[in-house]
């Protein structure tokens, strides 16, 4: 049954799902094929900084589709809204040649790669596409912002962008786009900077789809009776299924200082990540 659901049509991987496998096979079967959530609410300071990240990508969203006007509320209750509005306007002036595509989702399927992506914003600069993704947790804890660009830069978000863009192109922008065309960059607004920036080759699209491709495969074969629990232990303690499998609460603070985990809380909404 797991298998049927894994080979369906309508099922995708997105880089969370990739990332859920490699990080426990069960907790990948428990959210991606049985579809179970545990009730793991965040402590006050992740609740916080999760919703200061949504409000920043919803007012973001908000600025490219021309839409300026930003709920007041949001702005009083996260003061950091408002100077990471200014340095996201400061940033990206609007030029009316170029098309921005906001909160964009983005599916491909071809034999086994079958894929989404939810990108921050596509920047269509005629033959040229950028991808740009925000940033709003990185750069701020023990990690340094190079060191953070560096794991960006060879992420699954990477991956699985790009590859899927390059072979979605055409829906994009009309017309085919040549690898070299395309650039991620990773933005975050508070220190303003770019924390990483990829340049996109035919070489790499061939290497990421192969990474990916390979993953597909093993989770498409993995046999779920074979899981070993004890090869995944170092995970338990930030897993949403924590109490399910081990009776221990989920450890936030830990949650805090997992430079990976806090990055995914940018990538998608929280519900998706823990
Ligand atoms: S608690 Fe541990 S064993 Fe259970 S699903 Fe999570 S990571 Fe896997």
Known sequence: MDRDLRLADHFLYTQHSLATFDNCPLK??????????????PDEATRKSIEAGNNFHLLAYRYFMGIETAPVEALEKYPELSRWMESLMKRFNINPEFKYLPEYKLRMSSGEMKLEANFDLLIVKHDHIEIWDWKTHGGRGKVSAAAIGK???????????MYALKEQSR??????IKASNISMHYWQPEPAMTLAEIKYSD??????????????RNILNYD???????????????????????????????????????LELDWERAEEVY
Not at 237 to 247: G, L, P
């Open 224 to 262: 779920f009776n074979s899981f070993d629990k004890d090869m995944y232990s170092k995970h338990c303690r930030v897993c949403e299924f924590n109490w399910f499998c081990n009776n221990e609460r989920v450890d936030f603070s830990a949650m805090q200082e997992d430079e990976d985990i806090m």
């Open 151 to 161: 794991k960006l830069r060879s992420s699954l978000q990477t991956m699985v962008y």
């Open 28 to 41: 990948f079967k428990k959210r991606y094929l049985e579809n179970l959530k545990w009730d793991s609410f």
């Open 203 to 216: 070489a790499l699209h061939e290497h990421f789809g192969n990474i990916i491709r390979e993953k597909i």
């Open 171 to 176: 829906l994009v922008a009309g017309e085919e």
